[in-house]
């Protein structure tokens, strides 16, 4: 809502600052978005008194003059207009100054003399068309006043955030009403009364309402005679102010009046209104299937079934509260007038202009609840102002269709209820002059309050909404700041979220960044990844999404971490280790909402760090994924898992395994396969993860760890180099030397995997063809002693021949 | 010469070669000659049998003499070689301390996620629980039971992502589905007050989405924190007495902090929260467009209707809920100028906070 200061002082007497009052605007829950300066505001051209005034030594044609403006000292201006005396008050451009015609007021010599200033002439401030001499003031002119000020040339534009809740804040009548309650003054109601004669309006206009949900009421005025073309200046510059271009005098009018009361009006050519018998029928109705209007702007359009219409005889003639129709519209050749004044369903309105896209000032005002009551006052103020600046004579009477009719609802308010809430320690009385100002009705009755709410203020429909009132006006800032008590409260993370926080830290000290991608995912990703869906999964689809590369919810966090890779490698930074935790979607038919399930994926690339004087760097691949979650495991004290090797479409095969927890898949692990690498426009090896957190957290077993003994006695490390066949997996080794260890083995880590180089000379060779050497440490530790090489032997010997026998394999010597 | 004689021009010998030696290697070599199995010392010692009895104790005296101070001499001629060779050593290790150190890279967490633990940690200490809820969710939670008519603008399709509903019911929002994505973390409120008991003490961290092109000032998805407080007693000052706990937590004691009233469909009073300009200190200044406060959030009482949808008596319980934006809060706290840096995951960004 625009907000012309001007009119508002017409409506108001505002003594304070602008700046003030826009605090008091803030303050009370009608915040001030911006100031607009409109109009000439000659700045640096104040009042002047000319103190002397003599004859130039060296020019007859000018003056040397002494001018006070206010300031500790008085100007000294050459001037060369001759209509003034010393005593005479006149506007005086400073140095600095810039008038309207673009001169800008310098220190110059005339003839000798330095001028200060300069005293204007009326054509000089643009402000008339003399320019035979300066502009003499009257002699209460104050001076040191800015000029513009003075003249009330000005105009400031507040422009006024104005909260669903408050339709009475989108009209002049409101925001003065406001502004008189939060700063404590008395405001004016405009409204005019017009003088009417001829043949009375309901003998030329008969109005009836379909359903009066829809349309309350439905007032309209006839005027005839009227003579169309443009407004009064003053009409031009309220409205300019307010935001609309003039049209005509008479839409003019109807604007301006919807600005300073905040009821729409339409004016129709009542000669092209549809009649039967010379009388007007006007039928208000949804409109039927099929139907058609052509709207002001010229646009044909089709009308769903709940729209509302404004019809004649002959059909519809307006959208009700959005738009008129070409056809009855006010034109040159216009001269009797129809004036509707009415009130719609706030939701019908709102449906109609959001699907035919079309929003005005009025469709605004009654998506958000005109006030019914208003009708009838409008009209009679639209009408004696159509009279006065477009003629034309007024028929006597409103015909009134007002089936909606309801009585001034009363609340109660309990004091007690306001300081429950608020924390204050107000008194009735208190409230009552808090509320009073605003227009309600309020009665102290033996335990509450009982407020009546007038028709401008649909917002208030129980006590909770007078709360409200009360705390604006009171003042958020009068009330004081407590905490709450609470003594059963119990407050903290959880353990599942608090184990989350470790994952997260973990992956970050083994040097992941983390990323926070979008949660929408591209149908086509499923392509790009050869990403087949189970037979019971379902993407999550978007009836409005925002583009086709994110028409759907994401069913993996990958592609979002391959983007997020892609983009860092185009942008020259090879080396990218990223997390993401995010929800991935997927539903199923049948499903109303789709299963969200928490991932943890990783991506991997470059190296981890650049290859420095003292560091190698190293291209990351599968096993830096795989240490990354080893890490991830063991902080989380996991040890029931695996991975196992798995053939995954978007992962290259051989570098492609499965992450198992207590015998399930839940997530998986390997390298980009080439084809996601293209499609992606990403430079490979990029190491991938995706893992159910939810999976982590059942893994995790950190409530499980007992203590056990640190070692007190040293252990026999003894190496062992087992050569078996290719196809022979690490894991299948180490854990059948784990079995046949005996009670002594305490640990076996794998140090070594030895091959010959493919296509060696036989003289190369070291090992039989299709065979690899793993290379073992194995620490034996007895918990009561100290062992010796010939108490491990046995157990070695005997580990050595069933380990032989079950992977087939042989100690290379 | 008699034996005595022997032994002294050994020791003379002997003690000279200790000072001479120039390595432990050399030292040792010179104890195994004197001192050794085979040494010429334990020769001599070797050959006491067969002196005569009178002569034994005096040549044995000597002869001891003479070991003694052999082997202090090898004991610190020992050491000083050994202090030596550390020192020699200490100087060729010597390195340039300026060249740069071997470092692990160490990862960051995302700036949004850094402020929304921030202000998780800031309310735990309050006795705040953190409670989560689904993205994807129905039109009741996320306006129906907040309060918000049917007709509210922000279900409009322009501004909310609907989700395609496959359970075959008829859809009764906006025609198509009441399946959403939520606009607001605010649905939470509603499940933890369905779920749960006052006293309710509960922040709400999530991503959120609304129809918006991303652009340097919105994105469809960002992140908010809620707040919801459900007890007996609650008044709005402990909500302003806790917002402004909160700010000068966040921002710094200085920061003042300014409620204005304002409207929200499921609080009531509402009021939107402004911090003061940590640039001017609410003088006015570029940074701040002039008007000295920047607004960090919105919140206010719940709404007696929000209580009557989750079944909480109004009378007996009264309550507060606040709803902030991490990405402003990360925009006014380091001057991010594009909010679309926060989805695109370039590390160097990343790395600046």
Redesign the interface.
Known sequence: MRVSLKWLKDLVDVALPVEDLCDRLDMTGTKVEAVHSLGATLEGVVIGRVLTKEQHPDADKLSYCSVDIGAVEPLKIVCGATNFEAGDRVPVACVGATLPNGLTIKRAKLRGLESQGMMCSPTELGVGGDASGLLILPSTAPVGTPYAEYAGLADSVLELEVTPNRPDCLSMLGVAREVAAVIGTDFETPSGTPSESGEPASDAVRVSIAESELCPRYTARVIRGVKIGPSPDWLVERITAAGTRPVNNVVDVTNYVMYELGQPLHAFDLGKLGSADGVATITVRPAAPGETIRTLDGQDRGLAGDTLLICDSSGPVALAGVMGGESTEVSEGTTDILLEAACFDPRSISRTSRRLGLISESSLRFERGVDPDLAARASDRAAALIAEVAGGVVAPGIVDAYPGEKPLPELTLRADRVNAILGTALASADVVALLEPLGLGVVAADDALRVTVPSFRPDLEREIDLVEEVARLHGLENITSTRPGGRERIGGRTSAQRTRARIAATLRSAGLDEHIGYSFGDPADLARLSWDLASDETLVELINPMSEEQAVMRWTLVPSLLRAVSYNQRRGVPDVHLYEMGTAFLTAQGRKQPKERLMLAGALTGSWSRPGWNSPGGTLDFFDGKGVLETVMESLHADRWQVRESARAWLQPGRSADVIVAGDVVGWLGEAAPDVLDAFEVTGPVVLFEISVAALLKAAARASILYRDVPRFPAVTLDIALVVDEAVTAERVTSALRSAGGSLLESVRLFDVYRDVPGAPDDARRLPVGKKSLAFSLVYRAPDRTLADEDVRPAYEKLVRKVCGAVNGEVRS | MTIIDDLRALETEALAAVESAATSEALETTRVGYLGKKGSLTAILRGLGALSREERPEVGRVSNEVRTALESALEAKRAALHGAARESRIAAEAVDVT??G?????????V??EIV?EI?EI????????AEG?????DYYNFTALNHP??H?AR???DT?????????RAVVEG??D?L?RTHTSPVQVHVMESQKP?I?VLAPG?V?R?D??DPSHL??F?QIEGL?V?E??????L???L??FVHQMFGPKRRV??????FPFT?????VDVSCAICGGEGCRSCGGEGWLEILGCG?V??NVFGHVGIDPERY?GFAFGMGAERIAGLKYGVPDLRL???????F??QF
Request: glycine share 8%.
């Open positions: 060249l740069p071997r470092r692990w890279p160490v990862g960051k967490q995302h949004l996620h633990d998780v309310f735990a200490g309050l006795g705040y629980q953190i689904p993205e994807v969710e129905l049917p007709d603008p409009a399709l322009q992502f609907y989700v395609r509903d496959l359970s075959g019911d198509e589905s399946v994505l006293p003490y991503k989405y129809r092109v991303a469809p998805q992140t407080v007890d007693g609650i008044t709005f000052g402990d302003k007495g806790t402004e706990h300014r409620l204005r009233p304002h409207f009531e009073p509402s009021a939107e009482m709404d007696p009264t926060f989805v695109e995951g370039d590390t160097r990343m790395h």
